[in-house]
């Protein structure tokens, strides 16, 4: 398949989830980070993490997960082309941003791309090698390609998110992790 077609068909997947699946989806998905996945991280590193939109794997309990264990949360804020990641306080006011996902209203940005040692990446799908397909206008690829290579890179989906594999264009950018609600996949 190509990435047209499976952007179409994961996209109507997820709409048709109801909040109660979400909700579950989500909450294996978090017992499944802190059980197996959490403790390979660095530990109080910096973690730039989605806010979840449209259905998307919930980060919420993620963020205060990492935050409760002195971890510094970044959030990633669209400007022009690119992403900018700045702070999440704990109680920060959040307004619409780019493509109407929250961000910050107040932008802190972070002091160095070599504070962000996670990285928390939304995607449409996952393939088992970790090969990840967004929504086609590369922000989270152009992003990852700055950070340092030791970077952790980690997926969020649902299990019906996975293909057996995905096209893989030169410029797209592998996760080192993907964590859905049926299993973790390691590619490193």
């Known amino acids: 398949m190509d990435k047209k077609t499976i ?11 109801t909040p ?40 919420g309990g993620i963020i205060d997960f990492l935050r409760e264990n002195g971890h510094v949360i970044y959030v990633p804020c669209v400007q022009g082309e690119n992403i900018m990641p700045v702070v999440l306080e704990k109680k920060c006011r959040m307004k619409k941003g780019c493509f109407s996902i929250p961000e910050p209203a107040v932008a802190k940005a972070a002091p160095s791309l070599k504070k962000i040692h996670v990285v928390i990446a ?13 929504f086609g206008a590369g922000y989270f690829d152009r992003f990852l390609k700055k950070l ?19 096209p893989k264009e030169k410029h797209d950018i592998s996760m080192d992790y993907v964590v859905t609600d049926k299993r973790i996949i390691q590619t490193k």
Do not use: C, N
């Open 122 to 134: 939304p995607g449409l799908a996952f393939d088992t090698k970790g090969a990840r397909l967004g």
């Open 20 to 59: 109660r699946q979400v909700a579950k989806m989500s909450r294996d998905i978090l017992g499944r980070f802190k059980s197996t996945l959490y403790p390979l991280l660095p530990p109080r590193s910096g973690v730039l993490a989605y806010i979840d939109v449209r259905k998307e794997a919930k980060t």
């Open 148 to 166: 340092p290579k030791k970077t952790v890179k980690i997926g969020l989906a649902y299990d019906f998110q996975l293909v057996k594999k995905l």
């Open 7 to 17: 952007r179409s068909r994961m996209k109507k997947l997820r709409r048709s989830l």
